[in-house]
């Protein structure tokens, strides 16, 4: 059929319909999101790897079970890109590092299977820092990827490259991974929306590597970002189906208990600093709510936050930082040394049973996060404490180091409890996106999902957009 639109502008909910309508093919939707990322990537470098033949061989599939008249899925025809640390058959899982080039995934990770089970096109590879380190995007392996918005902002991490894909019309939705921000800094800083769901709400495995310390099991997410509310609501459904090969699901109704609308806002969460623009953005989230017919009440301080950002940094550095500096130092990326550096003074100072410890004070944090929620089910909090970082504002000496460390707090305290948490996109400071975090309690994505089309439907930055860089 002649049509008037392009179709990587438009949302995955409504291509999948499409799709599904047979009122374009997969075929077509593939053909122009390969077409878009010919055009913008070598500007962006968001995608490191793709191969034209298997995407459109994928297409094809879907077209030929629509056409014998099967379900593909809510996410029929829908092109996904996928981080570089997370296994894609035929694939290597980089995370970004020398060291891994030969890890080729000879199965998809969990949670990109469900999402190919529910109709969705692998589009390619989106890049991150070497060992997934750092909030900016860059390796020696694939380079450095460009915020579409601005080429002086990062675009996130570690999640960058998904982030500038989504954001630049690469595909409607993008895997990635959040042990401490990386899903939704990278939507935050690229003016998209990141959701990172409860700990075993989404399956995650990569039969090509190693398992995984005990302390990032704890924290570290799978999750998508996306241009709208509606696309995660959907992705969420597809990536959370069964896969007993992560130990961690647990199978929790996506709907939880019908629940009053009822926010807590905290402007400064642990008394730390905050730009007033992310003020002024969190007080313009709080009206929307208020809108939305919200009942929000701002409070001073939310219950052991700072403990809860330690519990991270200590399961994190505790937990393996030896076998890190020894693999920075073998891979050589020069970034990921100066973080491994600069946090070398903290995990030195820890003690030896420092793991027993963290956890010990995570259980808690965690019966303190918990009933907190039961008075305020939904808590609103800065994403960062500044607006998106200069790129490479983190290589700048000890002193640029500390000043990331210090505005990512809020970002840094949900995943040592396992929250979920969701950075929504709500407007532009001249061309610089800014935003605001929803957090719910565990297993409760419905809610921050429910808070987040609220705040949407009241303004968002335009997306995708022709990379400014």
């Not at 949302?11 to 390969?34: C, N």
């Not at 199978?251 to 939880?256: F, K, Q, S």
């Not at 410890?357 to 907190?372: C, D, K, S």
């Not at 957090?439 to 429910?450: F, G, K, N, Q, T």
Request: one cysteine or more; proline letters at 8%; glycine letters at 10%.
């Amino acid at each position: 059929m002649k049509r008037d639109v392009e179709l990587w502008r438009l949302p995955a909910t409504e291509l999948a319909q499409w799709v599904r309508l047979r009122k374009v093919s997969a075929r077509e939707a593939a053909v122009d999101a390969l077409k878009r990322l010919d055009e913008v990537n070598p500007r962006i470098n968001a995608v490191v790897a793709h191969r034209p033949e298997q995407v459109l061989a994928q297409a094809d599939e879907v077209d030929r079970r629509i056409g014998r008249g099967e379900d593909v899925g809510p996410l029929a025809g829908v092109p996904v890109t996928v981080k570089i640390n997370v296994d894609m058959a035929g694939f290597p899982t980089t995370n970004g590092t020398h060291l891994q080039r030969d890890f080729i995934a000879k199965v998809n990770s969990p949670a990109v299977e469900n999402l190919v089970r529910a109709g969705a096109v692998l589009l390619g590879r989106s890049n991150a820092p070497t060992f997934a380190l750092r909030w900016f995007t860059s390796n020696s392996l694939d380079g450095a990827t460009r915020n579409p918005r601005s080429s002086a902002l990062t675009p996130g991490g570690s999640s960058g490259g998904g982030a500038a894909a989504v954001t630049a019309g690469i595909g409607q939705l993008a895997v990635g991974t959040d042990i401490g921000g990386s899903l939704r800094y990278p939507a935050y800083a690229c003016g998209i929306h990141g959701l990172r769901p409860t700990l075993g709400r989404v399956p995650a495995y990569n039969a090509s590597s190693p398992e995984r310390p005990i302390g990032p099991q704890m924290m570290s997410s799978t999750g998508l970002m996306a241009r709208t509310i509606d696309d995660l609501r959907v992705g969420l459904a597809a990536m959370a189906a069964p896969d007993l090969r992560d130990p961690w699901w647990v199978p929790v109704p996506l709907e939880g208990p019908e629940t009053p609308r009822v926010a807590a806002m905290c402007l400064r969460p642990g008394g730390m600093e905050i730009d007033e623009h992310v003020e002024a953005a969190m007080l313009d989230a709080a009206r929307r709510l208020s809108d939305a017919g919200w009942t929000v009440t701002e409070i001073d301080d939310v219950p052991m936050m700072r403990e809860a950002a330690d519990v991270q940094m200590h399961l994190w550095l505790g937990d393996g930082f030896a076998n890190l500096v020894n693999a920075a130092q073998r891979d050589g990326d020069a970034a990921a040394l100066a973080v491994v550096n600069a946090v070398r003074g903290m995990a030195e100072a820890l003690p030896g049973d420092v793991v027993s410890r963290a956890l010990v004070l995570r259980t808690t944090v965690q019966r303190a996060w918990r009933l907190f929620f039961t008075e305020y089910p939904v808590l609103l909090l800065p994403v960062s404490g500044e607006l998106p970082f200069p790129d490479g504002l983190d290589l700048q000496g000890q002193a640029g180091f500390e000043r990331v460390w210090r505005a990512q707090l809020p970002m840094r305290a949900p995943p040592a409890l396992g929250l979920p948490g969701l950075a929504v996109s709500t407007n532009l400071v001249g061309s610089v996106p800014v935003g605001v975090q929803i957090v719910a309690s565990h297993y409760r994505e419905d809610l921050c999902l429910l808070a987040g089309k609220a705040i949407e439907a009241r303004g968002t930055p335009a997306s995708p957009i022709d990379p400014l860089v």
